[in-house]
């Protein structure tokens, strides 16, 4: 079955920027999104279609995507940014199925 | 604004069965596809079901595929998840969630409910 490859961990000081990364087979035919789960607290969709922030979502969340690969980055980093955070895209196939990544605990100290 | 507001969770044995509500409210809701997302204790999100905004489309992961069904009554604005032969690895927070689309991504999500499989 298909999945999103992410690090487990990622680790900033606060002000650095931060990139989280997620690989897969299709991503070049399939848009990724991102979202960000604070302790205790369902999802918040941060990034759509690749590069998109919905509104409310602060600038210093941008997304890319390129080949296999989708990285968000979060410029500026605060501590009020450690979350997890899962990228979430579908397969290339007619399956219709879609998958989330591992997650990435970001820590900022 | 969007809500969404999960129901019918609680503890079950393993090999019965359990149905999840969401009743949405905010949005309209026959406009939208409609997801259940899970996350097991301590463990990651895995995406569970989506359904389309007319009900014509609906689509399963692996995992549950042939035991879990969605569903949906767009005359109540609500949604669900027949679950059946559960087993202890459906133990997880349920969360359902509205598509930004028909049959895109989740955009806004529900409080989450637990479903615990235990004998």
């Known amino acids: 079955s298909y999945e999103l490859t992410q690090p487990p961990s990622v680790s900033v000081s606060p002000g650095q920027t931060a990139r989280i990364t997620c690989s897969g087979d299709?991503?070049?035919?399939?848009?990724a999104y991102w979202y960000q789960q604070k302790s205790g607290q369902a999802p918040v969709l941060v990034i759509f279609?690749?590069?998109k922030r919905p509104s409310g979502i602060s600038e210093r969340f941008s997304g890319s995507s390129s080949g296999t690969l989708a990285t968000l980055t979060i410029s500026g980093a605060q501590v009020d940014d450690e979350a997890d955070y899962f990228c979430?895209?579908?397969?290339?196939?007619?399956?219709?199925?879609?998958?989330f990544g591992g997650g990435t605990k970001l820590t900022v100290l | 604004q969007v809500h969404l507001v999960a129901s019918g969770g609680g503890v079950v044995q393993p090999g019965r069965s359990l149905r999840l509500s969401c009743a949405g409210s905010g949005f309209t809701f026959n406009a939208y596809g409609m997801h259940w997302v899970r996350q097991a204790p301590g463990k990651g999100l895995e995406w569970v079901a989506l359904i389309s905004n007319d009900g014509s489309k609906r689509y399963y992961a692996d995992t549950v595929e042939g035991r879990f069904t969605i569903s949906r009554d767009n005359s109540k604005n609500t949604f669900y998840l027949q679950m059946s032969s559960l087993t202890t690895e459906d133990t997880a927070i349920y969360y359902c969630?509205?598509?930004?689309?028909?049959?895109?991504?989740?955009?806004?999500w529900g409080q989450g409910i637990l479903v615990t499989v235990s004998s």
């Open positions: 979430y895209s579908r397969d290339s196939s007619d399956t219709h199925r879609r998958v």
């Open positions: 279609e690749d590069n």
């Open positions: 299709a991503l070049p035919k399939r848009y």
């Open positions: 969630a509205k598509d930004q689309g028909d049959i895109a991504a989740p955009d806004y």
